[in-house]
């Protein structure tokens, strides 16, 4: 009976973690939490599903806040991992708050406004229940809501077609190193922040301004001798995947608004890319 909604409590934990493999880990703990209840006071439980939930939720909180500290020893910026393309048949996946922008921009929150806003605005809780996870009051909870969803209204996208349509040319002009083509394809203030770990050799540092990352981009093709580009979809949406031998070594995501690329987040650690080497070409 639990143990079906093992794949709600991973949506939920993802989002929170940023991390597929942390999540996991804050899920194990939950059911190992429910299991280890006596059977009498499992019985007592009349919504399983909740209490998993909420113990879900809070295990996911104490992470993100010891995460602040790890995440300072992080070499270079720190990015969410990358998830190869949702099945279609997965409806949770659908909607924007599995793409990389938003997943980003939970990151820039307090580990109480994150739970409060994917609690609220993407799994229909009440605020009343959210607050006997975080310890606040509902009153409080709604505004962690609040002031959450406000820096995510300036992550508004464009329609998928035409993102798939961006990334296709940012493909085709990056392979044949057009810098005008790209330079044409980039928005003004756009952002390239990589994530090697530490691992792999990258830039350390966002790059800003579209002759610097033209630049960039042409400089990294020189390092890709031997790998194939893909169009694959990253975290629902339109991206692309440097692969050597079927192993993806890179992912790209990117933020596309109006037909112009305002972020790309270039993914390298290894560690992060594990879910896509058994991926394949799929």
């Known amino acids: 009976m639990t143990m079906d909604e093992r794949p709600q409590l991973l949506h939920l934990a993802y989002r929170l973690l940023g991390s597929f493999a ?8 939950a059911y190992t939490r429910w299991y280890a209840l006596p ?21 996911c909180l104490d992470q993100l806040r010891s995460a602040r500290v790890r995440r300072e020893s992080y070499v270079g ?6 998830l190869p393309a949702p099945d279609p048949a997965d409806r949770v996946t659908l909607d924007e ?12 929150m307090t580990p109480a406004e994150r739970v409060a806003v994917v609690l609220h605005d993407v799994f229909g809780y009440p605020f009343g229940e959210i607050a006997e996870i975080v310890g606040r009051t509902p009153a409080a909870c709604r ?22 349509a961006v990334v296709k040319s940012f493909r085709r002009a990056w392979q044949a190193g057009d810098i005008g083509a790209l330079i044409g394809l980039l928005d003004p203030d756009v952002t390239v922040t990589a994530d ?16 610097e990352i033209a630049r960039y981009g042409a400089a990294l093709l020189d390092h890709m001798g031997g790998q194939a ?20 070594v890179t992912v790209l995501a990117f933020d596309i608004a109006d037909d112009r690329i305002r972020s790309v987040w270039v993914v390298r650690n290894p560690d992060k890319l594990r879910r896509w080497i058994a991926h394949g070409h799929g």
């Open 196 to 211: 090697g770990g530490g691992r792999v050799s990258t830039v350390l540092r966002p790059i800003r301004g579209v002759a």
């Open 22 to 29: 942390e999540a996991e880990d804050a899920v194990q703990e």
């Open 77 to 82: 910026p720190w990015i969410p991992e990358p």
């Open 97 to 108: 708050s599995i793409t990389m922008a938003f997943l980003v921009v939970l990151e820039s």
């Open 229 to 248: 580009i893909v169009e694959r979809t990253v975290n629902g949406r339109p991206g692309l995947v440097a692969e050597r031998d079927g192993s993806a």
């Open 143 to 164: 505004q962690l809501a609040t002031s959450g969803r406000r820096r995510i209204r300036a992550t508004k996208s464009s329609p998928i077609d035409r993102q798939a």
């Open 39 to 59: 059977e009498p006071q499992r019985q007592e439980i009349g919504n399983p599903a909740a209490w998993l939930t909420r113990v879900a939720s809070r295990i």
